[in-house]
């Protein structure tokens, strides 16, 4: 999601506003239990957002409770809102990366580094916030119980039809049994050309 509206982007299915939402500040609305639309409507006061995705502020402002409590967070640090914070950015790749190279440091003041090296130097990272800290509106926003629990489209398919949907572990292609498949199909038919090389 895009941290704004105005740029092209996916629309998501709506959600409803968990229970587990803070409580709301004295004269605020409470938003909990309520819908919440991840489009503008097609209704909208402003022709340029009519049917438009919400982007991520617009979500978190919708929540109120949230958003005030986030706010708050970022006058007693002294900091600014972000959309999207610079350790939030980097890839999966780049993160995997930065935790070799530490635990690499750690393990070349011994031999092997020990369980307590690695916790160590991994908390010793400032540049990665905790799981649960609120360093941004992304992180903010993925944290909310409504877009964790949420069910991808394809599962939600599969799942409302009757059958079980199961997710193979990212970036392990040697459990999807149709690498298999492929794998002795690729070994057939080089066997078979090389065959019909040698005759």
């Avoid at 972000?82 to 635990?103: M, N, R």
């Avoid at 629990?149 to 599962?155: A, D, M, V």
């Amino acid at each position: 999601m895009n941290v704004g509206h105005r740029k092209k982007q996916r629309k998501l299915c709506d959600t409803v506003i968990p229970l587990s939402n803070p409580e709301p500040a004295p004269g605020e609305e409470d938003t909990c239990s309520q819908v919440q639309k991840m489009s503008f409507p097609d209704g909208h006061p402003n022709p340029e957002l009519r049917g438009q995705a919400k982007g991520i502020k617009n979500i978190l402002q919708e929540h109120k409770s949230i958003w005030n409590e986030y706010t708050m967070i970022c006058v007693e640090r002294g900091t600014r809102l972000v959309g999207k914070c610079t350790p939030c950015s980097k890839s999966q790749t780049q993160k995997d990366a930065e935790c070799h190279g530490i635990f690499a440091e750690a393990a070349g003041q011994e031999d092997a580094a020990s369980a307590d090296d690695m916790i160590a130097a991994n908390s010793a990272t400032p540049s990665t916030p905790r799981p649960d800290e609120w360093c941004c509106m992304h992180r903010v926003l993925s944290l909310q119980e409504d877009f964790r629990t949420e069910r991808p489209l394809i599962q939600t398919l599969i799942e409302d039809a009757g059958h079980i949907c199961l997710f193979l572990p990212r970036f392990h292609c040697e459990l999807n049994p149709i690498e298999m498949l492929w794998g002795y199909g690729k070994y057939r038919a080089c066997i078979s050309l090389a065959c019909m090389v040698m005759h």
